[in-house]
């Protein structure tokens, strides 16, 4: 069964300015089509653990919201079984962040590799 996307294609994606692709991963004097960018070669290669230090990027996490009416609210802040009013926001959002991870990594990893192989040999 095939996901539908909630959202619709949005065109102005187009119009982003091309990324450095690194050229062709396997450069022929004859090629039908381009074929696989370095990038993309780069990407598919890149570990499939990300590292500590990388973070996707993503709109800040909305901050939890609490029932008013609880008698102390910030205890209610720092306790388990309160759950935040808006509980399923949150939960979507982590859902979303560990999907990002997954997508993103692989290309930062590919544009940190086309990056390296563009300084110098002497640095």
């Known amino acids: 069964m095939t996901k539908q996307h909630d959202e619709p294609f949005d065109p102005t994606v187009l119009d982003q300015p ?13 090629a039908a089509h381009g074929g696989m960018s370095l990038r993309d070669y780069f990407a598919a290669h890149a570990p499939t653990e990300y590292p500590n230090w ?12 609490f029932d ?5 609210e910030r ?3 720092r306790e388990f079984d ?3 009013v808006n509980a399923d926001e949150l939960s979507a959002y ?11 990594w ?8 086309i990056a ?6 002497g640095r």
């Open 68 to 72: 008013h009416d609880h008698p102390n």
């Open 18 to 30: 091309k990324r450095d692709d690194g050229g062709p991963a396997f450069p022929r004097e004859r």
């Open 116 to 121: 390296e192989r563009k300084k110098p040999e």
């Open 82 to 84: 309160c759950r935040a």
């Open 94 to 104: 982590d859902d979303e962040r560990r999907r990002q991870y997954e997508l993103q």
């Open 54 to 65: 990388y973070a996707p990027t993503l709109s800040p996490r909305p901050a939890p919201l």
């Open 75 to 77: 205890q209610c802040q």
């Open 106 to 113: 692989p290309y930062a990893y590919a544009d940190a590799m």
